[in-house]
């Protein structure tokens, strides 16, 4: 397994040494929500991945400049080059401007954001405040030969890129495949050839959302805007862009070819795709009424759910699998997941209390310990596999209980070796993986409800009333309550 990082590259298609161009820096963009709705889980699935990219980052010491967008004009219905604007047509259903849908919406997708510890990317530019610099680059496209405009629209012209780059690399598609695939041109299409794109399109009288240009009143084309911004804020060339599996074609695909048009050169070192979520084995989506939003599953809002699960679940859920793989949501796999969440904070919770006492050195214990806290940065370095850094950490979880359950001490290992224990596991836990401690509701009201049911037990015991004394007890494991009955006659309880 690796010692420094690698990153499986979309574009080469193999994992590379991550070398950033200008080290100790490093540019990181991820394409951002288009806030037309609100955010969905396969949406925190992707923005969750690059949590975990921007995180990890900062913990190998690179000072990373993170830049998310949002896109708030241009993204038309069905992704096409045709149609209504969805922030347009969301306004007009909603009787709101299309500014009130931008607002509402992006504040949505913050609170769903902070609600899974996700961090605040370093800039998050908006589309309609980057509308002179998309002008800009269309000019260079058009100058450079790359795109012609008809009617007030631009088109790139892929047939002319292609002669002198590849259009395709990314995706793996071949130029003369698509030609045939596409959809044949009719009369009042004002493309040259089926597969060019829009770069700004004219915007006709009902259009709300419209900006002068040299070639008339329009907007950007979907694919411009992410050109623009991430070459404005990380340079022409960049270190890592990233997205879901979904945007490599034919947005990321567009994403290359304007910025080749525009400016000679390639903007992306790495390129990064994430995996696609399903819900039982089916994919996710509206139409077979099998989506559920992050909100209602942290409120348990959804007939297809079981119970409420909290942030921290889902997220840990998430992390079970590689970014790049497929992700099978269940009610199983979520109340899983609670409880082997639950495993490693309770095992976080005990080694911070856990008191050192020097003593002879168990030689196989320490190796094991050792081996396990590199394990998880070796995970880590090989594409971010947060999968198998978690089962480190479980490793780790059970060499802590295993203290626990010897007499509460830790001892056979040196004082070096368990604060390496101490720090790896809260580090990784906490600032790596972000799995923050949750309340559990106010702890006092809980801590006078159990003296309560501990005082009732403890009596049923005195009098031999072993029944509801073992009721108590077995009710309480079912919450996931755990009662200690201690050697100094204290009883106690920890949560699960």
């Known amino acids: 397994m690796p ?120 800039i998050e530019p908006q589309a309609t405040g980057h509308i002179i610099d998309q002008i800009e680059m269309v000019k260079r496209i058009i100058d450079n030969g790359f795109a012609y405009e008809v009617n007030g629209s631009v088109y790139f012209d892929v047939e002319k890129y292609s002669q002198q780059y590849h259009y395709g690399e990314l995706s793996g598609r071949v130029i003369e495949d698509m030609q045939e695939s596409g959809r044949d041109l009719d009369s009042q299409d004002e493309k040259r050839n089926k597969i060019d794109f829009a770069i700004w399109k004219n915007a006709d009288a009902s259009h709300i959302m419209r900006w002068p240009s040299p070639w008339g009143d329009g907007f950007p084309g979907w694919h411009l805007e992410c050109s623009v911004m991430s070459t404005k804020y990380l340079g022409k060339t960049f270190d890592i862009h990233g997205g879901g599996m979904d945007l490599k074609f034919p947005h990321h695909e567009c994403e290359i070819a304007q910025s080749v048009a525009a400016d000679g050169t390639a903007p992306v070192k790495y390129w990064m795709h994430g995996g696609m979520l399903n819900f039982e084995g089916k994919k996710m989506s509206k139409s077979l009424g099998n989506s559920i939003l992050p909100e209602e599953m942290i409120n348990g809002d959804s007939p297809l759910l079981d119970k409420p699960y909290s942030p921290m679940t889902i997220r840990f859920l998430m992390l079970q699998t590689h970014y790049a793989s497929e992700i099978d949501f269940s009610n199983k796999a979520l109340q899983d997941a609670e409880k082997a969440l639950r495993r490693l904070t309770n095992a976080l919770k005990t080694v911070e209390k856990l008191p050192f006492v020097e003593g002879k050195i168990d030689e196989e214990k320490e190796t094991t310990i050792k081996a396990l806290c590199h394990e998880c940065s070796e995970h880590m370095n090989d594409d971010f596999n947060t999968a198998k850094t978690i089962a480190a950490l479980f490793g780790l979880a059970t060499q802590i209980n295993t203290f626990k359950d010897a007499g509460g001490k830790v001892t056979g290992i040196s004082n070096d070796t368990f604060e390496l224990l101490k720090s790896t596991y809260a580090t990784f836990i906490l600032e790596v993986l972000g799995l923050k401690e949750e309340s559990t509701g106010d702890q006092s009201v809980l801590n006078d409800v159990m003296s309560i049911l501990i005082d009732i037990r403890n009596t049923a015991r005195a009098q031999k009333d072993w029944a509801t004394s073992d009721t108590i007890r077995n009710r309480l494991s079912e919450a996931n309550i755990i009662i200690n009955d201690n050697k100094d006659g204290q009883t106690t309880f920890e949560i699960g």
């Open 3 to 122: 010692d420094q990082l690698h990153i499986y590259n979309s574009l080469t298609r193999k994992k590379e040494l991550f070398e950033p161009l200008n080290p100790p820096h490093v540019g990181l963009y991820v394409c951002g929500p288009t806030v037309y709705s609100d955010v969905h889980l396969g949406n925190v699935r992707s923005f969750l991945s690059f949590d975990i990219v921007y995180r990890y980052l900062c913990h190998l010491g690179y000072k990373v400049r993170y830049v998310r967008n949002i896109t708030d004009v241009g993204h038309l219905v069905d992704d096409a080059d045709e149609g209504e604007d969805k922030i347009a047509k969301k306004a007009r259903l909603e009787a709101l401007e299309p500014m009130e849908i931008v607002q509402k919406y992006t504040n949505g997708f913050h609170k769903i954001m902070r609600l899974m510890n996700i961090i605040d990317p370093s």
